[in-house]
């Protein structure tokens, strides 16, 4: 039987060709290279059927196989000739027929059947081989056809040591497409059973970039979390210095899929380190590379992959404070009772604690005298977190203990609060979500919900519980609650934690401000509301908006009078004169006028005023989000005291220093009423409350006592003889008679 189908050489054109189905495969195959013009042995060539990479054989044409004319079947060497062939001109061949094999290798490679030959014959070690001596595209080639053939997960059970560091390097290449395959063929080292973390870890985490090994499983203080970050000049400085940096600062180059590779190759290396001491301290490293702030930075991209990534990378972070609720506290543990014990010296520096077991833990808030038994639900982690608080942040969590014990009859169990505060934000961030969902390549992207928060510190889970144990304290009083009122309250707290979440929050910052002012005095708003009529709640609204409309008056009449400032950025190189360590800064109508002095000594004239258009501002950042701040380690009382006003354009955005807490409060709050938005310092929203209360107090005079109050309108008395109402002194009324 004749079958008209069309037979294609490989990089040809079809031919029409009569396929007999009464002869054999050979005689097909030899009429269709003397059709084409073949000079090769034709019993080196086969038939390969449409699309499907089947061969085809003597019983395909004898049997049923199906082959309806005008078929595709390409005429091509048999695999293993095609291979043999291959290998022979990387081996042999000139720049320029390497060059073409490598580039035809990424067709070829696709076929299964060819892929087994080129294996079985060493072509992963012979294209190793080889790219010492590729560059650009041809390089690219190369790693190209070898992640190929290494996708198939066999021939390269030996690479050689070196290998990995080569790759780190070509990692680094100014090629994209070197740059990408790269980190595809690290990719698959680090899943691989063979090679895995270990070997990858041993070439980026090098000595002199790897983190000391800490000596206790809670994290370090927040002051130590994070190292100046490493920019060397060169790429290649970089790669050989700090492999671990070169690899990270690809997450900032412009090409999105290298981007995406990149993240990649992290998430891999992390969920592929060993979970313990190890993974933390690859985490730890990964911080000295500065990465949280260079994700938090994409954390708007529209790319699903990337995104999808940055929700892995998330996950991660999380699932390292996971893993420390699952190890549940051990009083036979030297680590854990070492622990106990910092909490106890953090807490009370000045008091010994007289035994293991004591009432004196109730002091801190603990529901009985052994504070082992109150860990339970929460394990190693409720400790950890409490610890971190009264370590990183001790003079606020001793006032929170030291206040709770003054309230005597209305106080609550503080360090059992910090627990149930722990299980709160699991909760919220959905920590014990199981990931295996939510993180596939087939789920969407509403489905990774990112924190940007989470990218905003090394422990932001620890400070985001500190910022939730203030609010709970500040709740507690709000709402004048006592002890059965407990649940009430964690209630209350989790609710307004959920809605400063849902607003997304940039920064740990701009948390703890709208978290804090809703705490003193809106937490449990609802609640302690609940029983005021409407007329009341009607009234406080009104009065609100009123006092707050007073207070930006008056931060906007402090901005017009203008004040100096300290240089921590210039918006602009020209700004930065000799000697002009000072800026002055104005609000004059809604732009904002300024200009660098080198004193503070004198106002300078209206006229020398340079203007920052606030309409151009995308927002005010403060404390450790003001951009240079990421970048170095600061001290708190210029943390305090910093902001910035960041423009669209970088380059002429102001990173300054006030002289004063009274002048930073002023003027942070002063330039987010001129754009409409919130005011955020405590300062500010303990003011708001303050006077919202004292203005309430007064129009809703306390009549309590008072008896027989008449139901109906007074009659109006009727008016006096006269108007003369000044009294004379009687001395000169007197003289006046006289």
Sequence with gaps: MIVKVQVQLTGGVPREFELNRDTSLRNNIEAACKLNNVAGNPSDFTFQFGTSQRYLSDEDLS???????????????????????????????????????????????????????FLEMEGISSLIALLDDLTGNTLAYGLGALQTAMEYGTGWD?????????????????????????????????????????????????????????????????????????????????????PLGSIVSLLTT??????????????????????????????????????NPTLKKQLQTTDAEFKRQLYMFQRHRLNEVKARKGVNYDKASPEHEALLMRLWSATFPDVKLEARVSEQWKLIGFQGTDPATDFRGMGIVGLENLLYFAENHGEVFRKIVSTNLARKEREYPVASAGINLSQMLFDLLKVMENESTSSSSSSSANDHHLFPLLFSHRFAFE????????????????????????????????????????????????????????GRGTIGEDEADAGEPESIKRLRSHVKKEILDLIKTQKLAYLQDGQFFKYLRPSQS???????????????????????????????????????????????????????????????????????????????????????????????????????????????????????????????????????LPRDTLPVPPPPPDFAFVEQEPSLSKAVDK
């Design 158 to 242: 030996s690479l050689p040591r070196p290998f990995v560091g080569k790759l780190v390097g070509y990692a680094d290449s100014n090629n994209p497409n070197v740059c990408k395959s790269a980190l595809k063929i690290l990719c698959l080292l680090s899943d691989s059973p063979k090679y895995g973390y270990n070997a990858i870890s041993s070439v980026l985490c090098t000595p002199s970039a790897t983190p000391s090994t800490a000596t206790t499983t809670t994290p370090p203080p927040a002051s130590s979390a994070t190292s100046p970050d490493q920019q060397p000049s060169q790429q290649t400085a970089v790669a050989e210095k700090n």
């Design 63 to 117: 049997g049923d196989f199906p082959i309806p004319s005008n078929s595709i079947i390409s005429l091509k060497l048999r695999p293993e000739v095609a291979a043999e062939s291959s290998l022979k001109a990387l081996k042999d061949g000139n720049v320029a027929v390497k060059k073409k094999t490598l580039f035809d290798l990424r067709d070829l490679l696709k076929d299964e059947l060819f892929t087994r030959r």
């Design 463 to 518: 400070e985001m519980y500190g910022t939730a144990f203030q609010v709970l304290d500040y709740t507690w009083d709000d709402m004048n609650a006592s002890y059965m009122d407990f649940p009430r309250v964690i209630a209350a707290v989790k609710k307004q934690i959920a809605e400063v979440l849902a607003a997304s929050p940039l920064s740990l910052d701009q948390f703890h401000s709208a978290a804090c002012s809703k």
């Design 574 to 708: 020209k700004d930065k004169k000799s000697g002009t360590a000072f800026v002055f800064m104005k609000l004059v109508d809604q732009d904002l006028m300024y200009a660098a002095v080198s004193d503070s000594s004198e106002k300078p004239p209206n006229s020398s005023l340079t203007p920052l258009k606030l309409a151009e501002a995308i927002g005010i950042a403060t404390g450790t989000d003001i951009p240079s701040f990421n970048k170095k380690k600061v001290s708190e009382d210029i943390v305090a005291l910093a902001f910035a006003i960041l423009m669209r354009d970088e380059k002429t955005s102001l990173e300054l220093l006030a002289q004063s807490r009274d002048d930073f409060v002023n003027w942070t709050d002063g330039l987010r009423a001129v754009q409409g938005k919130q005011m955020e310092t405590p300062e500010t929203q303990e003011e708001l409350k303050t006077l919202i209360t004292l203005d309430m107090k007064v129009r809703l005079l306390d009549l309590e006592g008072i008896d027989n």
């Design 254 to 291: 412009s090409d999105i899929d290298t981007q995406v590779q990149t993240l990649i190759l992290i998430n891999s290396l992390i969920k592929n380190a060993p979970a313990g001491p190890e993974r933390s301290k690859f985490l730890q490293l990964l911080d000295t590379q500065q990465i």
